[in-house]
């Protein structure tokens, strides 16, 4: 003994807890971790829900960076608008390895008396160059496309068939040419995520497009020139050899790295947003195990009691029950950890056919890592109170008092402080990890808003419900005492149920105000078609055609040609500091028109429109709203790249645009002199009866093959669909909070089990049947989710009004079936899982409870 | 022959138990007369306070007949014993058994609240100044002491019109004083009310009041 060192206190008092929580554990896994199940069902879910959303991006980000030759089509693209290369330019691409062009253009297919939109590409024996492209019946494609029996053939979507009625080997016309069908498209790995991708997809052949004599000059086409690179040779430099060699600044290069930019920014996007509804369904499961440790703690009171009559110090018991639940905890962040992290596996399918993305196999230990983090922090944040509580439990209390257990003990200042410290901790590791870090500040905020908005309302209601005349009978009581009582769980219970409902609330009602908007524009300001690429000598025959229609106004015409900005001020439009929110203002080609005259519908805020007759530098009149985003203003400039040309105008004028409105909107107007010579096609938005809306269509193509029309109607169903697609991820993400709620609830009727046993006992001796005593239990659960109800759906409302009225920007309207679903699910959670308890409460006998001690 | 307030011909009763099937009672025949005060005595674990509950209807006999105020509780259901109970019966436990988030005029007014009695309230009142109680008619139980909450049952037993009433170790958790006090309100509530008394206790001198004393050994009765 003598050669060995005494351990310190601190380390003694270590190993004392640990010897404790050690014991105690195996008390409980002796017990199947009975006390512990909706501890690890609440963790596990919250944490599996993260797991599970950062698994499935970082699935998704991988299959992409796996795939991105197929997806991108090629090592390196050179896109133009409107222009082909020049042959110079096509044969360096050639030289770089193997070579493919491709023409894209919207178009309408001609069957019978029908006209369909069709998204058409066309291209040559090169494509694809890293496959991707599946056709039924298994055929090449150069032979699907090739010329024969009088007619080219096309490979076409199967909504295409769908929509035109048209099977393989039938006939269509496009503009001057007939096309077979000759097979099914059934994967297209380049066609990427278009959110708005009008039209089902027509592959065919450049001799054929040439045929149907569509690409004219100032048409919408898209060229794509490819090139597969032998192994070896990178893609970065070939792409900067090639900026070299061609300084065209109508280029726009992208490598097979940067492929499917769109996924992967909807990706993120969509996984930020989902990965903070997880965040509040751990929140939710975190009330729930913290009742779970309380009811723990409420049990343990007595042993913790004799522990201190022994002479245990008061932190060694919390840390011996700290470690018991830290060990339970980390179980369960592990098995949430887990679960989640294989749920991409069971959502390949799905995903493959939404995104067009085969999803890759490899685990996502870092998205899991974070997840089960997540879940301990939690797990300690909201176990503290109860532990610390318990570490100031009298020693007296063994005496008498043990059924008490460690209600209304107030822990220390210290641990009160180390709460805090654990929030603010959870609260950084959200927003630290979130990418983009003020929507996670506000979610935080939001968060923490939604629970003390709820704990203030449910608290309120609760004094309400203890103050009421106590009146109306034994049940009524019976059922008001059962939630206004001290200790209730009516608070965590409402709180937790309550807020993943509210959650629910607020997604739906959001959606709703949304769908319910575009329902009102499209049946009160917005123009029935859009006509695109009318050439300007076929406006007068369009305008008569129109005329000559009745039930069909030409609402308005302006000139329209795509353009990129490139630069901002003089400051290359990249590497401009601007919002995120704008940024799409500068990614691609965006439509720009010019004006000698003010549009109606937009009000100038800022600065003066052109005189009519204006020669001089260019002038620009432009979005207000971007414009903020860009931190520009009146005098300052921008310079767009239009057919190649570069364009540096002044702002001139500043307006109001309110894209939602489906009318025709350019957030780009320049002076008539700058673009009035600049090749052009023209854009033109009409109104039509129902009746008129096929005839309106024929007639036009009919006379004019070349022009593109595009039913409102049917960019509202593609908007619907996203919608709902985005909508039901967030649905059921938030799902997972109710879910969390109702293990929550299932844990308080647990915990309270006993009480309403005894409860039941009494009952039948005072002479109450079992109908009745039904009756009194009923009604504590049909209040408590009547006030659950309540809450989350005025809280999900609130939640809903100030995201409909602040970030979308539109006007709200109280949902009444995005309410009550919410409502009716509160209801029959809180009176299902009541009726649950009370059904083997009944079927206990009366006597053990009865029974003298 | 006078009526027959409880009459238990044969009665056994035998509950599951971790350890097997145990043995409660083992054919019991016991007769209390109405208005008569009986006592019974025995050691802990003999079967008296099942034999309470058996009487009471809250624990079905396994077999035998089991006769309480002219009833035969064999042949009824669970709710219209629970019916009988609240007309006929009244209970008074050691550990008081008051619903705890009740006041004590709500304790007594539940079992005529759960017979439909428009004038619970009022009755339970008069209970409440027959035990002597009526300034504490508004506080909880965990507001009252060991003795007042013994009341508030006595007061709850006699509100209605019970004719029988069961009492299961009265004065077990109540100080020698108190439970004295206790003993004279019952004997004295019972006698108003002419009702039949069967009392448990473990207190001979307490048994020695009544009318007629039993032993209970073994889960079988006999006059002692």
Redesign the interface.
């Known amino acids: 003994m003598s050669g060995q060192q005494a351990p310190s206190d601190a380390a003694k008092d270590w190993r004392s807890a640990w010897t404790i929580a050690r014991r105690e554990l195996r008390d409980g896994l002796g017990r199947g971790l009975a006390g512990f199940r909706i501890f690890i069902a609440c963790l596990a879910l919250g944490v599996a829900a993260i797991a599970a959303v950062g698994a499935t991006r970082t699935a998704v980000e991988d299959g992409i960076a796996r795939d991105a030759q197929r997806l991108a089509g090629s090592d390196l693209e050179a896109r133009l608008l409107y222009r082909e290369a020049n042959q110079e330019q096509q044969d360096y691409i050639k030289s770089l390895g193997r070579f493919t062009r491709i023409a894209e253009m919207r178009s309408m297919a001609l069957v019978g008396e029908r006209r369909q939109l069709a998204s058409l590409k066309a291209v040559d024996g090169g494509y694809p160059l890293y496959g991707g492209l599946t056709l039924s019946p298994d055929i090449p494609a150069e032979q699907a496309l090739a010329q024969a029996d009088g007619a080219f053939g096309a490979a076409v979507e199967q909504a295409f068939l769908d929509a035109t009625g048209l099977k393989v080997g039938d006939q269509f016309r496009l503009n001057k040419t007939n096309l077979i069908v000759r097979a099914i498209i059934t994967e297209e790995a380049d066609r990427g995520v278009g959110l708005l991708s009008l039209g089902p997809r027509v592959l065919v052949s450049h001799e054929a497009l040439d045929a149907a004599g569509l690409a004219v000059q100032g048409a919408l086409v898209t060229w794509r020139y490819r090139v597969a690179l032998p192994p070896g040779q990178s893609a970065d430099a070939a792409r900067d050899a090639l900026k070299a060699a061609f300084d065209d600044p109508g280029w726009r290069l992208r490598t097979a790295a940067e492929a499917a930019p769109t996924l992967r920014r909807m990706i993120e996007r969509l996984s930020l947003f989902l990965t903070l509804a997880s965040l509040a369904a751990l929140l939710v499961g975190g009330v729930g195990a913290a009742n779970a440790v309380k009811a723990y703690m409420d049990g343990r009171a007595r042993t913790a009691a004799i522990l201190k009559c022994l002479g245990a110090p008061a932190h060694v018991i919390f840390r011996a029950y700290l470690m018991q639940i830290a060990l339970i905890a980390a179980f369960a962040s592990i098995l949430g950890a887990v679960i989640g992290g294989l749920t991409p596996m069971a959502l390949t399918g799905l995903l493959a056919d939404i995104l067009g993305v085969r999803l890759a196999a490899t685990p996502a230990f870092a998205s899991m890592g974070l997840a089960a983090l997540f879940g301990l922090v939690t797990a300690f944040v909201f176990a503290l109170w109860p532990l610390a509580a318990a570490e100031r439990l009298p020693a007296a209390r063994l005496i008498g008092a043990a059924a008490l257990g460690i209600s209304g003990i107030r822990p220390a200042r210290g641990r009160l402080w180390l709460l805090a410290l654990g929030a603010i901790a959870l609260a950084a590791l959200a927003v630290l990890t979130a990418a983009d870090k003020m929507v996670a500040a506000a979610f935080v905020a939001g968060a923490l808003m939604a629970t003390l908005l709820f704990l203030g309302c449910a608290t309120l209601l609760i004094r309400a419900a203890h103050r009421m005349p106590?009146r109306g009978?034994?049940l009524f009581?019976?059922a008001m005492?059962?939630i206004a009582?001290p200790g209730a769980p009516t608070l965590s219970i409402a709180l937790s149920l309550g807020l993943g409902l509210a959650a629910l609330t607020a997604v739906t009602m959001t959606e709703a105000a949304f769908s319910s908007r575009l329902d009102r524009t499209v049946a009160t300001k917005a123009p029935t078609f859009f006509f695109i690429d009318i050439q300007p000598q076929q406006l007068e025959p369009f305008r008569a055609i129109l005329k000559d229609l009745p039930g069909v106004t030409l609402d308005g015409e302006a000139p329209m040609l795509r353009a990129r900005i490139t630069h901002i001020n003089g400051v290359p439009a990249a590497e401009a500091a601007i919002t995120d929110d704008t940024r799409w203002a500068i990614r691609n080609e965006r439509g720009l028109t010019f004006a000698a005259e003010p549009p109606a519908a937009t009000p100038i805020v800022a600065g003066e429109w052109w005189p009519a007759d204006y020669q001089g530098k260019p002038l620009v009149s432009f979005d207000a709203a971007i414009a903020k985003g860009f931190g520009i203003g009146l005098g300052d400039t921008l310079t767009f790249n239009v057919l190649g040309r570069a364009i540096t105008a002044e702002i001139a004028s500043l307006r109001q645009l309110d894209y939602s409105s489906f009318a025709m909107n350019f957030s780009t107007i320049l002076d008539p002199a700058t673009l009035k010579p600049a090749p052009h096609t023209i854009l033109a938005t009409a109104s039509a009866t129902p009746e008129m809306e096929a005839e309106t269509t024929r007639r036009v193509t009919d006379a004019l093959p070349n022009v593109t029309v595009i039913r409102v109607k049917d960019a509202v169903v593609i908007a619907r669909r996203i919608l709902d697609r985005v909508g039901g991820a967030l649905a059921a993400v938030a799902a997972m909070s109710v879910i969390a709620g109702a293990l929550t609830l299932a844990g308080a009727v647990a915990a309270s089990q006993r009480r309403r046993v005894y409860?039941a006992a009494?009952?039948?001796?005072?002479?109450?049947?079992?109908?009745?005593i039904i009756i009194a239990q009923g009604i504590e659960f049909a209040l408590i989710g009547l006030v659950t109800a309540m809450l989350a759906v005025g809280i999900g409302a609130l939640g809903a009004w100030a995201i409909v009225t602040f970030l979308l920007q539109t006007d709200f309207v109280f949902s009444v079936p995005a309410a009550a679903i919410p409502a009716g699910l509160a209801l029959a959670l809180a009176v299902s899982t009541g009726a649950f308890g009370v059904w083997r409460a009944l079927r206990l006998?009366?006597?053990p409870m009865?029974?003298?001690? | 022959m006078p009526d027959l307030a409880i009459d238990l011909q044969d009665v056994r009763l035998n509950l599951e138990s971790d350890a097997g099937e145990v043995n409660v009672l083992r054919g019991v025949n016991f007769k209390v007369n109405a208005g008569e005060t009986v006592s019974l005595v025995g050691p802990s674990g003999s079967g008296k306070?099942?034999l309470l509950?058996v009487t009471?209807g809250?624990?079905p006999a396994t077999s035998g007949q089991v006769h309480v105020g002219g009833r035969d509780l064999t042949v009824l259901g669970?709710?219209a014993r629970?019916?009988?109970?609240?007309?006929r019966i009244g209970?008074v436990?050691?550990?008081f058994?008051?619903?705890?988030?009740?006041?004590a005029l709500?304790n007594i007014?539940?079992?005529l609240?759960?017979?439909g009695r428009w004038d619970a309230h009022d009755r339970a009142a008069a209970a409440l100044a027959d035990v002597g109680l009526s300034e504490r008619a508004g506080h909880l139980p965990s507001q009252l002491s060991g003795g007042e909450q013994q009341r508030v049952a006595i007061a709850?037993a006699f509100a209605g019109d019970a004719d029988i009433l069961l009492a299961?170790?009265p004065t077990?958790n109540l100080d020698g004083e108190t439970g004295a006090a206790i003993v004279e309100l019952m004997f004295a509530q019972a006698a108003i009310k002419k009702a039949a008394l069967l009392l448990v206790t473990h207190d001979t001198a307490l048994a020695a009041r009544c009318t007629r004393q039993f032993r209970m050994a073994d889960g079988q009765v006999s006059e002692a």
């Open positions: 106590r009978g034994p009581r019976l005492s059962g009582r409860e009494l009952l039948k001796t005072a002479g109450a049947t079992r109908a009745q006998p009366a006597g009865l029974r003298n001690a | 306070s099942s509950l009471a809250l624990e669970e709710d629970a019916r009988f109970r609240r007309e209970f436990f050691q550990a058994h008051l619903i705890p988030s009740m006041t709500e007014a539940t079992p609240e759960l017979a709850r299961d170790e077990g």
